[in-house]
């Protein structure tokens, strides 16, 4: 089975216009998912140039960044760590808040859930803003771990979300 290049996976990738409302064009992951083949090799890819050992925790941020990041937790023998919209993790958490276009959004993270000095990756499927991921980059830092990188499946360049993580390497394999 041959390593499927970024070309290949993005291919995979639906357009849905007009969702989940008018103007918005949604890229559907699922036929990603859909193909073993092509799954993994995005797993291969976004971990990168991590081999077992040299990551600590993956950490998700919710919903979609979950399915990568348990992959390449497993592939990295690496703890998985779930950031979480606020109230849906049960036990102590410590927030943060970000802006979207109209108010604030929390997301939250186990007290627990990383060791200061643990060596994270930063996993989600999409870099729009990065209102979201600016904010997982801080929970992780209150926790007093470090980031060893950001990856994510796709990033919406127009959208300049990269600009809100300054001071992190960022990747991404797929720009629109």
Do not use: C, W
């Not at 801080?138 to 127009?158: H, N, S, V």
């Amino acid at each position: 089975m041959t390593t499927p290049t970024a070309a290949e996976i993005e291919g995979a990738i639906r357009n849905v216009p007009d969702f989940p409302k008018p103007g918005i064009q949604f890229k559907d992951i699922t036929p990603l998912l859909a193909d073993a083949r092509l799954f993994a090799g995005a797993v291969d890819l976004l971990t990168g140039k991590f081999q077992p050992g040299a990551v600590d925790a993956v950490v998700g941020i919710d919903a979609r960044g979950f399915i990568f990041a348990a992959a390449a937790a497993v592939k990295l023998r690496a703890s998985l760590v779930p950031i979480r919209k606020k109230g849906k993790l049960p036990y102590r958490t410590i927030e943060q808040d970000y802006a979207l276009e109209y108010g604030t959004a929390t997301i939250a993270m186990h007290v627990d859930a990383l060791k200061p000095g643990a060596r994270v990756l930063l996993l989600d499927d999409l870099l729009a803003t990065g209102g979201t991921a600016a904010a997982a980059a801080a929970l992780i830092r209150k926790l007093g771990a470090q980031i060893l990188e950001i990856a994510f499946l796709i990033e919406l360049k127009f959208l300049k979300g990269r600009e809100k993580l300054n001071g992190y390497p960022v990747r991404s394999i797929i720009a629109y």
